[in-house]
Structure formats: structure tokens, C-alpha cells
């Protein structure tokens, strides 16, 4: 039998702490001042029904208002709790949580199951007998297993007092480094989005290098790109290229705006020029604006076109083909290697779409096509890994969409664009992390080798 926390451990808060459900509470229910005698009536030995009672004796609240609003407030703290998973998938049939807490143990038991606990856990709830150790002596010497929770001494120094093995969940639910350096850069909503995801997940070791990177940088990359894309091109039909821009299609319709996804390829545009604009154009909607990851410009100097282009990435400094390709005219760029600095193939292992490359077009009559994919270079389970920021993101939209963008918008173009750079610098200082694809840089490598001479 092992034991555990819960706040902090087992599951964390949206916002870090429940103080913003408070203000929600005094709007809801037209209370002035609930918000501070809230926190005041809180004194630490107090359990909730007792905080409520000391706001009924001040007046702030009716008697009949009293459990209406304490109900609420445990309504609220289900919606702000989210699954810290990796504690979570340790705790088994017959395990006890304890929790010094001013929440009853009913509804401390109604949040664990609401953020997914499925095992048959009983639960001990006090104001401080964790703390104070007086708790342990309760098992009478039967507690055999591990403690695990996030407070220093609560759930570590004073399980060990006890004689039992105290495990301190460090670091525990709060922002990491990378995280707290975008909330502390202004992005606060990427910050604490991207602290839910890392939270919510648990991959497993071999992935977890991938996993960090392409939640921690990628996922703040492509909001970032986004927010360029929308700031200067908005009133444009967004057509994303795969398989580069699989992800920042996803993300870009989930927060910002309606935009289309068409898998493209050098391959087809060198081998098929002709359908290859066909395709391009059967396929979009009016007035199209055709967005990747990188480019050296090649493919679209190749098919001397018309088309207007928009590249994350301008690889300015390198080229596949023999001789340095000059862009079409209606070629632009947010960023460029010769400015940002050396990107590499990090930048597309993070943003490798769950499909192959577009091999070919095959034309019939009357518009009819059909594209022949191969198959994805990367291992399945990388992608899935790499994409699952990016899925959780999505999934959470209606809960951070609004803030996020309000907050974007009001970020000067200098900090998007110093952001823009740091993070896919950042991305690809992680080139550990190729040395395991070797049978994927190999592809790489055979299919741009195509374009040598192109």
C-alpha cells in the first residue's frame, strides 16, 4: 500500500493557484468584498463549511446562500484541475490519499475522479495532521509502501520521521524554466497552456526528449508563427503545405482562423511542374496564400510561377540544387538563416506530418487527380509523440483561446520576432536528438539529392 497527495501531485490548477475562481464568484453572485473576506476566513485550521460559516457570521453572505455558494466554489475547482499523469498512473487499487485541506474529503474525492483517477483509493482528509506527522502513528506500523507529494516537509521530512519512505515529487506542478521564461517574456497564456500539456502527459523515457522539445519549443514556435501569419496576412485564404505545416494548420484553425491543408512536395514540383500547379490551384480557395516551414526557394523558382508564397524559414545560406535559386517575386519570408541564424532538420523532425511525402500526382480528365503518398520516414510512435502538444492544444482551445489571442495581439512585432528566432534556435540546439533517426536522415538525404542538379 502506498500513499499519496493530492493538490500539487496528483493534480494541479489551471491557473497555478484557485484564487481566480474567487473574483469569479463575487461577479456571479453579486457579493462586493467576497473576494479578500474569502481569503481571510481561511485560516488554515479552518475546513470549508467552517469558512463559510465565518462569512455567514460577518454578514458578507445569507445563511441560505451558504451552501449555494461553497457548492460553486467546489464547481469551479473542478474545472480548474487537470491530471498531473505521471503520479497519476502510479496509484493503485487499495491506495490511501491524504490531504491537509480545507475541501471535504467528498469533493476532494469528486476532483481526483474528475481529472481521470479510475482505481478504488479511500482518502484522509485534515488541516494539518500531514504536516504536524500526527498522522502516520494512525496506521499503526502497516504503512509498508512510499509517500509521494510535492511539500518538502509534509510529504517528505515528515513521512520520514515517521519511519516511512517519503518520495518528494520535485519539481512538482509549478512552471518550468522554459515555461517561466514565456510567462515572464509576456506570453503568460503559451506559458500555462504548455505547463498543462507537459502535466497532462507521461511518455515514456525513450520519447520524453522528443515529447520536451516539441512541447515546451515547437508548440510556442508555431503559436508564434501564427501570430505573424495573422497579424500580416489575415484577410488572406491560408493555404498550410504538408507535411511541414500539418501541426501549425491544427493549431492556427484551433485559435485563430479557417485555413486549408494541402500536402505538397519538391518532388512533385520538379518531376510534375505542370500538374503541380494544377493541383495547387484545383485545391485552394480564392485568393491563396501558400505557407511552409523553410525554404531555399528552389522549388518555387523552379516552377516559375505566379503564386504567392510565404516561408517560415528562408534558407537563404544553403541550397540543395547546383547553383543558388533565385525566388519568384511573390516570395516572402518571416525570418531568414542569414538574420536568425543555422536551422536544421530538428525543425522538421518536430513538425513531421503523420503522413509520407507526396510522391506524385496522377491526372485523369476534367480536373480529376489523385495523389500517391509514400511512407512517413519518422517512427510512428515519434510522430504520435510530436503531435500529441499539439492534439492537447486543440483539445483546449475553448479554455484558453480567447485569452491567448487577446494577449498575442498586444505583443510588439520586436518580441514576436526575437521569439521567433530564439525558440527555433533553441529547437534545433537539441541535435542529440537526430542521432537515434539515422534511418530517417538517411531518406532525407537520398530525397534531396534528387535536387542536386534540378
Not at 258 to 266: E, G, N, Q, T, W
Amino acid at each position: 500500500m502506498n500513499s499519496f497527495d493530492v493538490f500539487d501531485t496528483l493534480l494541479a490548477r489551471r491557473h497555478l493557484t484557485s484564487e481566480p475562481i474567487w473574483p469569479q464568484i463575487e461577479r456571479e453572485f453579486g457579493i462586493p468584498g467576497y473576494t479578500q473576506a474569502r481569503k481571510s476566513a481561511d485560516t488554515g485550521s479552518r475546513i470549508l463549511s467552517e469558512i463559510y460559516d465565518q462569512l455567514v457570521a460577518q454578514g458578507l453572505i445569507t445563511q441560505q446562500q451558504h451552501s449555494i455558494v461553497m457548492r460553486r466554489e467546489i464547481e469551479l475547482e473542478i474545472d480548474i484541475c487537470f491530471p498531473v499523469q505521471a503520479n497519476l498512473d502510479r496509484v493503485a487499487h487499495g491506495d490511501i490519499l491524504i490531504s491537509d485541506m480545507y475541501l471535504p474529503a467528498s469533493a476532494i474525492l469528486q476532483l481526483v475522479r474528475s481529472v481521470g483517477l479510475d482505481r478504488q483509493v479511500t482518502l484522509y482528509q485534515s488541516n494539518g495532521d500531514k504536516s504536524q506527522g500526527t498522522v502516520w502513528p494512525k496506521f499503526g506500523g502497516r504503512h509498508h509502501g512510499i509517500h509521494l507529494g510535492d511539500h518538502p516537509n509534509s510529504d517528505y521530512a515528515s513521512p520520514v520521521r515517521a519511519g516511512i519512505h517519503g518520495e518528494h515529487f520535485n519539481p512538482a506542478t509549478g512552471l518550468n524554466l522554459v515555461e517561466q521564461e514565456l510567462f515572464n517574456s509576456g506570453f503568460t497564456n503559451i506559458g500555462l497552456l504548455t505547463r498543462e500539456i507537459r502535466l497532462r502527459n507521461n511518455p515514456t523515457q525513450d520519447l520524453k526528449p522528443y515529447f520536451d522539445v516539441a512541447c515546451d519549443l515547437n508548440l510556442a514556435w508555431l503559436f508564434v508563427i501564427a501570430e505573424l501569419i495573422h497579424r500580416q496576412h489575415g484577410n488572406r485564404n491560408i493555404v498550410f503545405l504538408g507535411r511541414d505545416c500539418q501541426l501549425l494548420h491544427k493549431l492556427y484553425t484551433a485559435y485563430y482562423d479557417v485555413a486549408y491543408y494541402l500536402p505538397f512536395s519538391r518532388k512533385v514540383a520538379y518531376s510534375q511542374p505542370k500538374d503541380a500547379i494544377d493541383y495547387l490551384r484545383v485545391h485552394s480557395p480564392d485568393n491563396p496564400l501558400f505557407v511552409d516551414l523553410g525554404s531555399t526557394g528552389g522549388t518555387w523558382a523552379h516552377l516559375q510561377n505566379d503564386l504567392d508564397i510565404l516561408v517560415a524559414i528562408y534558407s537563404d545560406t544553403s541550397s540543395y540544387s547546383a547553383i543558388k535559386p533565385v525566388p519568384p517575386a511573390k516570395f516572402k519570408y518571416l525570418s531568414q538563416n542569414s538574420v536568425m541564424g543555422p536551422t536544421d532538420l530538428m525543425i522538421e523532425v518536430m513538425n513531421c506530418g503523420d503522413h509520407g511525402h507526396l510522391n506524385r500526382i496522377e491526372v485523369f480528365q476534367d480536373k480529376l487527380m489523385q495523389a500517391h503518398f509514400g511512407e512517413p520516414e519518422l517512427p510512428e510512435p515519434i510522430v504520435n509523440t510530436v503531435h500529441q502538444p499539439i492534439v492537447d492544444a486543440v483539445q483546449l482551445a475553448p479554455i484558453y483561446r480567447r485569452a491567448l489571442r487577446e494577449e498575442m495581439s498586444g505583443v510588439s512585432l520586436e518580441l514576436l520576432n526575437k521569439a521567433f528566432a530564439g525558440l527555433a534556435l533553441e529547437i534545433c540546439s537539441r541535435g542529440e536528438l537526430l542521432v537515434p533517426l539515422q534511418d530517417f536522415l538517411n531518406k532525407e538525404t537520398t530525397y534531396l539529392g534528387q535536387f542536386v542538379n534540378g
